[in-house]
């Protein structure tokens, strides 16, 4: 889905992340792409749902209270997405998308649950009111509470009711920017996109190049690289970009990655991005003051 919240506040002083650390707080969204085939069948892989929940497990029994989960919404959002654009006018016809997204949250909170994980979903909608200048006022004391329990938050995409007092979808990969502020442990925000590609690759090729780094204040000459998938209610690569560069500009340091089922697990998500595997290729959303050892966006000439 790909409507943005409009830019919140900057961040605090000392919230820009540093090379070398691992996050305070990981925000792990996991795209629709690995959960269904949303371009064809139209069916949701509860198998592949399983087993990212077991190594989500094994996330938060070793990182108690530092991850959120965000759901992408797969196969079950995207053709009610596809009908809510359609719907020009009908001012609530977002709400639509309330259904199916909590289905996904809730195929989530009972995979993980039945594994020992306080898993709770939560509805986007209630922790969001614009006003009437645009501002989005965000309230993330619930999440923060869970966090502080060693429970694990669980959101997807939603709606926002809006300034007017209608309503407008809020995408899976802007959600992240919701609860930027919520982690209560020191060090860095990481975000991490998990989709069926690498990251932006530099030819439309899936087995070409990733961009390594991304600087989030200067998108223009990264968009040559973005697939055409008009079809997609998302917005595809280019949505995911906007949401996480907006995200980056806020102090967080956001990958885009290919998920992966392996033995390998997740693991290393925690782990300072100069320590991740040589054998996974991502790009990084980060201001140049922190990425200094990251190569340059030059690397797309």
């Not at 961040?11 to 795209?31: D, N, Q, T």
């Not at 199916?100 to 649950?113: K, S, V, Y």
């Not at 645009?134 to 995409?157: D, Q």
């Not at 949505?239 to 967080?252: F, N, P, Q």
């Amino acid at each position: 889905m790909t409507a943005a919240v409009p830019p919140a506040p900057a961040a605090a002083p000392g919230r820009e992340p540093a090379p070398g650390r691992e996050p305070g707080l990981l925000v792990l969204k996991v795209g629709g792409s690995l959960l269904s085939d949303k371009r064809h069948s139209g069916e949701t892989d509860h198998a592949a749902v399983d087993e990212y929940a077991a190594m989500v497990a094994e996330l938060v029994a070793e990182y108690p209270g530092r991850i959120v989960l965000v759901t992408g919404g797969g196969a079950l959002c995207h053709p009610v997405g596809l009908r809510i654009k359609a719907a020009e006018n009908d001012p609530y016809a977002a709400v639509a998308l309330t259904e199916p997204a909590f289905r996904m949250r809730w195929a989530w909170t009972t995979a993980l649950r039945a594994r020992g994980v306080r898993a709770v979903p939560l509805q986007t909608t209630s922790m969001l009111n614009e006003l009437p200048d645009g501002t989005v006022v965000t309230e993330t004391g619930v999440v923060s509470r869970l966090l502080a329990e060693g429970a694990l938050p669980v959101l997807s995409s939603d709606c926002v009711v809006t300034a007017a007092g209608t309503l407008r979808i809020l995408s899976s990969d802007d959600v992240p920017g919701v609860v930027l502020d919520a982690a209560a442990a020191p060090g860095p925000v990481r975000v991490v996109a998990l989709t069926d590609v690498s990251g932006i690759h530099l030819a439309q090729d899936p087995d070409s190049p990733v961009l390594p780094h991304l600087d989030p204040d200067d998108l223009t000459a990264v968009r040559q690289l973005f697939w055409d998938d008009a079809w997609d209610a998302t917005g595809a690569m280019e949505g995911k970009v906007e949401a996480l560069a907006a995200h980056a500009r806020r102090g967080a340091e956001c990958v885009i990655t290919r998920g992966d089922r392996g033995p390998g697990g997740l693991r290393h998500l925690f782990a300072p991005l100069d320590a991740w595997p040589h054998d996974v290729p991502r790009t990084l959303i980060r201001r140049r003051a922190s990425a200094a050892a990251e190569p340059s966006q030059e690397d797309l000439t």
